[in-house]
């Protein structure tokens, strides 16, 4: 083992900042990353072994214990729930005899939740060993498992490959795309490399302006203006500037930039390169999720092939000096990473827990020198502004927010899939547009946005709106809104926090348990006003939007849906205690193996 790992860690040049690199092939190699090898890392990389195992031990694709030769990772979000996913979990337990989370007695498959994967559009679905399955029924589930013990290679069990980009001759995955409306910008016809060429006629600082004058805002969902940001970047000075393509979407319910990511790479990369050009960048970097891995070759070689276009490495489209190249960072799981310095610790091979402001990444990012951060759709639009000139793109959309937005829409519609629109667009259309009817509800942005009611369906989908990073999930009048969805978007922030803050690391836990109470029927509506006031407390304790916007599911929905709070309250009592002294003694007499002794009154 130590020689292998010796080599490993000498592949990737015995950098300790390439340490999710290493770690993620251990893991494939062993199944689990052994102790043997945290103390061979450790010794290599001059880390202490406390260093290396809190890596591990923070993102989810990493395991200190085996995993299984094969390990069924199933989705668990509230739209896998809502269509079928139960039934799917129980056929893999049945035909292993081993609930989630475990792994079979000989050690060949195991079976684990895991959180959304990117695939809204098409579940139940799950990774199995990096290849991804979709919309699986409980048949599907028993012959995987049949297939598996066979012996039979993950590739041939996933029979039922997506069609055109998908196919067997690049990908060969199961994952379909879903593009339902084409717009004018993303979508739009475009001759590749042209853009790029037009740029290296100008200085970067036109570019920059050109930029700000789109009125271009990050389509992460923050909504900062992205010429702007670029422009941070230039004025912080440093002898390196380093340019990240934020490529970890792991907001339930967003799949848009796999989809870009499967369709439209040159795209993205040309706008990279673009916006290494403005910032005299000699470095970009994609941190793509883990939940993508199975894009990683494929996307390796649309690098290769732009290299060899020259529109990548030395002397870009014939500009002297213009050197810019792209590297691919995975992640290891960790919805945190989402945010931009939780981000760059991860790239840095360290917890992605985010960073204080200031500095900000623009003055002190990655590795501390000046870094700009932007989503894949953000970059992917750099090039039509570049084509089409900002006036073009201001034309387009609201005034506050210029151009289109990707949606990924997924939930109880007849057409899941992404959409690019125009800014504006109301619920009340984007709902007809997805053959959408009986709608219960909106979740406009993902849990950590809001819930919306069919009062508010006339509002627009804008910045000075309901802005979203584009995940719209459209919740049915016969789902349970609080158990489907609150419920579940609550037990996924109790699991993503890093931890770092107290109120994130508590507040979250804490909120859950009062509405368990609820909607177990033992609550008070003195309990519903303290779970909508105790909500408020973690947007300003907290230093991450993650923290910041954790209890929105409960918040939102109190403001729009308090009737289905109230419906449960079965008293009128303002205090009704849930506490069963038998119980808790029971559980810490079981800890210390003792007897309870305590007697009912």
Avoid at 124 to 147: H, M, R
Avoid at 408 to 432: A, F, H, R
């Amino acid at each position: 083992m130590k020689e292998k790992i010796q080599s490993l860690i000498k592949k990737y040049g015995n950098d300790r900042g390439r340490l999710i690199d290493i770690l993620l092939d251990i893991q494939e190699m062993y199944r689990h990353i052994p102790g043997e090898a945290v103390t061979i890392i450790a010794d290599q990389l001059e880390l202490s072994k406390v260093d290396v195992e809190q890596t591990i031990t923070f993102y989810h694709f990493f395991s200190l214990e085996p995993v299984g030769i094969y390990a069924i990772y199933l989705n668990d979000s509230p739209v896998a729930w809502t269509h079928g996913r139960a039934e799917v979990a129980r056929a893999f337990e049945k035909e292993l005899g081993i609930l989630f989370n475990n792994v079979t007695e000989d050690g060949l498959i195991g079976l684990w939740d895991t959180a959304d994967i990117g695939m809204n559009d098409q579940e139940p679905a799950a990774i199995i060993n990096g290849i991804v399955f979709t919309e699986l029924d409980p048949s599907k589930a028993k012959k995987i498992i049949q297939g598996i013990k066979e012996g039979k290679g993950i590739k041939e069990l996933a029979e039922e490959i997506g069609a055109e980009l998908n196919g067997p001759d690049l990908l060969r995955t199961m994952v379909k795309n879903n593009i339902r409306k084409k717009g004018a910008v993303i979508f739009a016809d475009y001759e590749i490399g042209k853009a790029l060429k037009q740029t290296v006629t100008q200085t970067p600082e036109q570019i920059v302006d050109e930029v700000k004058k789109s009125n271009l805002r990050g389509r992460g969902g923050a909504g900062f203006p992205t010429g702007l940001k670029w422009d941070f970047c230039r004025q912080a000075g440093g002898d390196e500037v380093y340019l990240i393509c934020n490529a970890d979407e792991g907001e339930p319910g967003t799949f848009k930039e796999r989809v870009i990511l499967t369709e439209l790479p040159k795209l993205l990369f040309e706008g990279m390169a673009i916006a290494g050009y403005a910032l005299d960048a000699k470095q970009g970097i994609i941190y793509l999720r883990y939940e993508y891995r199975y894009l990683k070759a494929y996307l390796e070689n649309v690098l290769q092939e732009m290299r060899d276009q020259n529109l990548l490495g030395k002397s870009i489209a014939g500009k002297e000096g213009f050197d810019f190249d792209v590297r691919i960072q995975l992640g290891a799981g960790a919805y945190v990473c989402g945010e931009e310095s939780g981000l760059i610790e991860s790239m840095e091979g360290k917890r992605g827990e985010p960073r204080n402001r200031p500095p900000f990444p623009v003055q002190k990012g990655y590795l501390d020198k000046p870094t700009v951060v932007n989503n894949v759709e953000t970059l992917c639009k750099v090039v039509p502004i570049m084509l089409k000139g900002a006036d073009w793109f201001k034309a387009l959309g609201t005034k506050e927010s210029a151009g289109t937005k990707l949606l990924s829409i997924s939930g109880d519609c007849k057409n899941p899939g992404v959409y690019e629109v125009q800014w504006g667009m109301t619920i009340d259309e984007m709902l007809e547009m997805v053959g959408a009817s009986a709608v219960q509800a909106v979740q406009v942005g993902g849990p950590s946005g809001t819930c919306i009611d069919p009062s508010q369906f006339n509002r627009s989908i804008a910045f000075e709106d309901l802005a979203t990073g584009g995940s719209m999930i459209v919740i049915g009048k016969d789902r349970d809104l609080l158990k489907d969805y609150v419920l579940n978007f609550m037990s996924f922030f109790i699991e993503e926090t890093c931890g770092s803050c107290v109120p994130c690391r508590s507040l979250p836990v804490i909120l859950r348990n009062k509405l368990l109470k609820i909607m177990d029927g033992n609550g008070t509506k003195n309990d519903i006003d303290e779970l909508y006031t105790w909500s408020q407390f973690g947007k300003s304790a907290n230093r991450c939007g993650l923290g910041q916007t954790a209890a929105n599911p409960i918040i939102s929905t109190i403001d729009n849906f308090r009737g289905l709070y109230e419906d449960l309250v079965k008293t009128d009592e303002e205090y009704l205690s849930t506490f069963n002294m038998e119980q808790a003694v029971a559980a810490s007499c079981e800890v210390v193996g003792r007897v309870p002794n305590i007697k009912s009154h």
